[in-house]
């Protein structure tokens, strides 16, 4: 989903409700001049009271479209479908006010000013969305916020209607590769990811081989691209689709995460709602910490590195734990602390040498200081700052070290089509499982990716705060 798309999206719904208002407006006005076609007015409506009534329906109104999927947030807009919706969201509308008319008819004395903005209110709203959609598609024509999207196997057949399709930017895509399914095509679409130049993946032809079908299928949700095919007989495990008819040709979208959409504009709310608090709430703890932090080790207080996050890395805060000299960084412990992470590497706690992630118990790079901020979890508050920045969620796969993402094997991947969060499925679990397997944590985490949901992160962020205030302290040290 484009920034462009959401802003769209997002802006249709105060359209919806000016657009009712000035419906009901005119519906007003066109009482008072139109005596003569209708007749006498019996009944006197003050504008104040009127403005009142319409200040209440409204919302009832927009949560109707709501229901009706006017708000789904997707790409391109659908005038003839919109409209159609609209005119049922405005005509349920009609009949809550046909109901609570029937029972009390000084709610809203004139018959006129109901039929008339039921009708207005169609046609008003219907173009509002025309003037979103207009704009939408003068933007797309200028290509700003257009999917940039590579086909595999276009050419030939029923594909090439779907290519032809996809041409017309009227639609918000912009072709930026054709390719055809070789040895080779993991390359291509890696050069084009790294250089930011690809949003999605078509898969034209339905008669690619099932095996080759999953391997684009991995590259998209190992990258969080979006991926569509033309539907065969392949069978794939998938959390969820979508349906569209193009020109005729049936094409299945297949989502990365039902985080997306609306999902992800609830998720961010909540993470700078829940960071912003927390923020303010263990402020007081700052100054204690620094102060102990100081005492107990020279360096910096505050400690930044590297992390794997979505589609960039970037600098992943916490309070310093560690030995500053033995800390890993240029900014730190430099050669001499690489040196001895080296050394443990052969001490894993999680796994061999070979493992993708270190975990040392009892860690002698740790201070004293940190033992207690790591077991109580007090280091990680500066992380409230990363996920107030947009850097990381509240919930969300643990962030990983660079060095450590470098040794995942290419399955593992998907972890990073979503932001990298303070709690989740596999943290959860390490509060009773220190020595949580490297596995274990991807099964949990790609369960967390497959099948977010709001109350999902509700439920782990109650459960992860219970547990730090109320919990056990882990009796080992990691």
């Known amino acids: ?11 249709s719904i105060p ?4 657009m009712l208002l000035l419906a009901a407006l005119a519906s007003f006005y066109l009482r008072g001049k139109s005596t003569e076609l209708v007749g006498p007015i019996l009944f006197e409506l003050k504008f104040s009271d009127f403005l009142s009534v319409g200040y209440k329906l409204i919302p009832i109104l927009l949560i109707i479209f709501g229901l ?7 790409g391109t807009r659908k005038f003839a479908s919109e409209s159609g919706k609209v005119g049922i969201g405005v005509s349920l509308g009609l009949l809550i006010v046909m109901f609570l008319f029937f029972f009390d008819q000084t709610i809203f004395p004139s018959r006129f000013i109901i039929l008339a903005t039921w009708g207005l209110g169609i046609v008003f709203v219907s173009s509002g969305r025309l003037i979103l959609k207009e704009l939408q598609e003068f933007l797309f024509s200028k290509n700003i916020g257009l999917h940039r999207l590579v086909i595999v196997n276009g050419r030939g057949g029923n594909a090439q209607v779907i290519e032809n399709f996809f041409k017309n930017k009227v639609f918000g895509y ?19 990811y790294s250089s930011q130049k690809i949003d999605e993946i078509l898969q034209a032809n339905p008669a690619l081989k099932d095996e080759d079908n999953l391997k684009l299928v991995e590259f998209a949700r190992n990258k969080g691209l979006s991926f569509s095919f033309v539907p065969n007989l392949f069978n794939v495990q998938r959390n969820s689709i979508e349906t569209v008819n193009l020109g005729g040709a049936p094409v299945i979208s297949l989502k990365n995460t039902p985080l997306d959409g609306w999902g992800k504009v609830a998720k961010r709310i ?15 703890l700052f100054l204690v910490i620094a102060i102990s932090i100081k005492l107990s080790s020279p360096g910096k207080i505050i400690y930044g590195a590297l992390r794997g996050g979505r589609k960039k890395d970037f600098i992943f805060y916490k309070f310093r734990s560690m030995y500053s000299h033995l800390s890993v960084g240029e900014d730190y412990g430099g050669i001499e602390a690489e040196q001895i992470r080296r050394e443990l590497w052969e001490k894993n706690t999680r796994g061999s040498k070979d493992a993708p992630f270190l975990k040392i118990k009892n860690d002698p790079r740790v201070t004293r200081v940190g033992r207690f901020l790591r077991r109580t979890k007090l280091d990680e508050i500066p992380q409230f700052w990363n996920v107030l920045v947009g850097d990381m969620s509240m919930v ?4 990983h070290v660079i060095e450590e993402v470098e040794r995942y094997r290419k399955s593992y991947h998907r972890m990073f089509s979503i932001k990298p969060g303070i709690f989740g499925l596999s943290q959860m679990a390490q509060f009773s499982w220190p020595e949580l397997t490297f596995e274990e944590e991807i099964r949990l985490n790609t ?8 109350a999902l992160d509700i439920k782990i962020l109650a459960k ?10 882990p009796r080992d040290d990691y």
């Open 68 to 74: 009706l999927g006017l708000y789904n947030l997707r």
């Open 1 to 11: 989903m484009k920034r462009s798309e959401l802003a769209f999206n997002i802006a």
């Open 15 to 18: 359209m919806d409700a000016l």
């Open 396 to 399: 969300g796969p643990r962030a």
């Open 464 to 473: 992860s705060f219970w547990f730090l205030l109320f919990g056990a302290t």
């Open 174 to 192: 912009e072709i930026i590769r054709e390719l055809e399914f070789d040895q080779n095509i993991f390359f291509e679409l890696e050069k084009l």
């Open 447 to 454: 369960y967390y990716i497959e099948n977010w949901s709001l």
């Open 270 to 284: 909540l993470d700078v709602f829940i960071s912003a608090i927390c923020l303010i709430l263990t402020s007081p």
